[in-house]
T-cell receptor
Framework: TQLLEQSPQFLSIQEGENLTVYCNSS?????LQWYRQEPGEGPVLLVT?????EVKKLKRLTFQFGDARKDSSLHITAAQPGDTGLYLC??????????????FGQGTILTVHP | DAGVIQSPRHEVTEMGQEVTLRCKPI?????LFWYRQTMMRGLELLIY????????DSGMPEDRFSAKMPNASFSTLKIQPSEPRDSAVYFC????????????FGEGSWLTVV
């Protein structure tokens, strides 16, 4: 069974601070996705990283895929209250009957205080 | 375009009762997923369909759970009989075929079994 561990589980910071969320696994994934979920809604895809070592930027968010494709990080610069939410990483399986199957981490609840 | 539509949004039922959750995927999408989200276990894949055919139901917890997709625009997840430990948010999601295509989630059905 492929497992993804996210850390930290909870993060409470002040507006303007920087933060990093980590997603780690002992398994190799063909790609990794990051989602953001707001209360009362379903997760929404932010980004997909595919290549080991890949870095993608989405405004103030920077996503990195580890060289070995076992880990990833999400870095937010100058966090804003609108960034508050649950951040989920999900590993994408590539082989056999698990093709395209997503394995989700437990999530990181981020609260940004004004 | 309308997103993934789920009903009911909220349901409170008594232990032992049958629960039916409904989902209308995004038109044209050929993959449909049912997920369950709880604080303890996070987001878990229960079952997914491709072209209305169940592909992987290994996440279905037990025989009390069943899912059907009679046509491309409708799916149900049924729990019979329901138990308090089934209380969770159940998400339906859909996507187009093709590796790395975006999965779109519905807003979820909040189930409480008392």
């Amino acid at each position: 069974t492929q497992l993804l561990e996210q850390s930290p589980q909870f993060l409470s910071i002040q507006e303007g601070e920087n933060l990093t969320v980590y997603c780690n696994s002992s398994s190799v994934f063909s790609s990794l996705q990051w989602y953001r979920q707001e209360p009362g809604e379903g997760p929404v895809l932010l980004v997909t990283v595919v290549t080991g070592g890949e870095v993608k930027k989405l405004k103030r968010l920077t996503f990195q895929f580890g060289d070995a494709r076992k880990d990833s990080s999400l870095h937010i610069t100058a966090a804003q209250p609108g960034d508050t939410g649950l951040y989920l990483c999900a590993g994408v399986s590539a082989g056999g009957t698990s093709y395209g199957k997503l394995t989700f981490g437990q999530g990181t609840i981020l609260t940004v205080h004004p | 375009d309308a997103g993934v539509i789920q009903s009911p949004r909220h349901e409170v039922t008594e232990m032992g009762q049958e629960v039916t959750l409904r989902c209308k995927p995004i038109s044209g999408h050929d993959y449909l997923f049912w997920y369950r989200q709880t604080m303890m276990r996070g987001l878990e894949l229960l079952i997914y369909f491709n072209n209305n055919v169940p592909i992987d139901d290994s996440g279905m917890p037990e025989d009390r759970f069943s899912a059907k997709m009679p046509n491309a625009s409708f799916s149900t997840l049924k729990i019979q009989p329901s138990e308090p430990r089934d209380s969770a948010v159940y998400f339906c999601a859909s996507s187009l075929s093709g590796y790395l295509n975006t999965i779109y989630f519905g807003e979820g059905s909040w189930l409480t079994v008392v």
